[in-house]
């Protein structure tokens, strides 16, 4: 195969977070984006003039042999249903977070694509980016120390303040622990290695909340999912991290991620951005120390990143970093809040899971290669 052969890019899901993987894409030369799609045509022809691509159906889409992996930015009730579309038609898929709603049906994309020789990627891919990278060298290089503990904090109002449609934040496969989660937790798996098992405990303190933006301001959405969530993971590799995630939180002063090692306490940036600083602090300094940053991909946001690795990984026969696998672990975790809150219980975690390789190796000239 041709080092240089571009890979083909049909897109699914032509709404909010769209135009940032279409912008992003424009850094990743490997990409060739054939055509986008939406279920609302109107939708799919907007997006594309505004990018000057090809606005297409589902079907053509699924059906144009130049498209070898298909990006899914449908919402997460619909992730995996157009997942197995994307398969049944032969194609590589990598979605958007959560993988699916339920551990089961997430299994069922990878189980279907495994036995077509076929690859699932999914999001996130900010722990790929220079901040989360950097971190990841830290703790590798033995300057952490043994990491005992952390934190992973995420807390807003509700996502119904700035997004236009956001009723599906409060649905069945919605909530903080689906929508953010993915972030901390795939972070955290980068950062430490596979989940062990998990506590916590939830509520839903509102049966149902009001919109805030444009254009649905003023009508009341039903929330069927927790909306606020605290809970405990035990990683294999030994470390205790309290989570929370929130929508129920007006304001706060916590930081998104801390990790405590024998030697160091390690501040690790916002998992949600692909840049940030990284800090460290030994227990005689009284002052946080910033690490500076060598890596690529800390500038700006690159969400698309996970997608020209895994365009790359297919090209030249090696595994890609934000994978299915990695993302079945994490959406175990996530089901395993719900069912430790709700059976008050300890849920041990059984899918396995490699770290995924530190993007150096793949970096050629400071971009990734
Ligand atoms: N909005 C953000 O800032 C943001 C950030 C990161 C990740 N995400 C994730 O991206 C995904 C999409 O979020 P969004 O905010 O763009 O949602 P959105 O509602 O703005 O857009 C989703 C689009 O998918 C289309 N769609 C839904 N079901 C479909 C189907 N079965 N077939 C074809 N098209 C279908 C809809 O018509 C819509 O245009 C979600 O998984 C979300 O968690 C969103």
């Known amino acids: ?83 197995l579309r994307v398969v049944a038609a032969g194609k590589h898929v990598y979605g958007e977070k959560p993988l699916g709603i339920s551990f089961a049906e997430g299994r069922r994309l990878l189980d279907t694509a495994r036995a077509k020789g076929l690859r699932v990627g999914s999001a996130p891919d900010t722990f790929l980016g220079g901040g989360h990278q950097q971190a990841r060298i830290l703790i590798d290089s033995g300057a952490i120390g043994d990491i005992v503990g952390g934190t992973a904090f995420f807390a807003c109002p509700g996502h119904e303040r700035w997004h236009p449609d956001p009723a599906f934040y409060y649905d069945i496969g919605g909530g903080p622990v689906l929508d953010m989660g993915p972030y901390y937790i795939t972070d955290l798996v980068n950062l430490l290695g596979p989940v062990d098992s998990v506590m916590a405990m939830s509520a839903t ?83 946080w120390t910033v690490s500076p940053c060598d890596q690529p991909y800390a500038d700006a946001n690159y969400r698309s990143l996970g997608v020209a690795d895994m365009a790359l990984a297919i090209r030249d026969g090696r595994p890609h970093r934000a994978s299915g696998d990695l993302a079945l672990h994490v959406l175990e975790v996530m089901e395993a809040f719900e069912t430790a809150s709700r059976e008050q219980r300890q849920v041990t975690i059984s899918t396995p899971v490699e770290r995924p390789e530190p993007l150096a190796s793949s970096i050629r000239d400071g971009r990734l290669a």
């Open 1 to 83: 195969m041709g080092a240089e052969r571009r890979v083909g890019i049909g897109i699914i899901g032509c709404g909010n977070i769209s135009s940032q993987y279409l912008k992003a894409m424009r850094d990743f030369p490997v990409l060739e984006i054939i055509a986008v799609a939406d279920m609302k045509p109107e939708v799919a022809e907007r997006k594309a003039a505004e990018f000057g691509l090809a606005a297409v159906t589902v079907d053509a889409l699924l059906a144009d042999p130049r498209v070898e992996i298909v990006v899914n930015l449908t919402i997460p009730r619909a992730h995996v249903e157009v997942g």
């Open 205 to 287: 303190p509102q049966a149902e909340r009001p919109i805030h933006s444009e254009p649905r301001k003023g009508q009341m959405m039903p929330v069927k999912v927790s909306t606020h969530v605290a809970g405990l993971l035990k990683f294999r590799s030994g470390p205790i991290i309290q989570v929370t995630l929130s929508f129920d939180v007006p304001g706060h002063a916590h930081l998104p991620f801390e990790l405590y090692g024998s030697r160091l306490s390690l501040l690790v940036p916002d998992p949600n951005m692909f840049g940030g600083e990284v800090k460290t602090r030994s227990a005689t300094e009284r002052e």
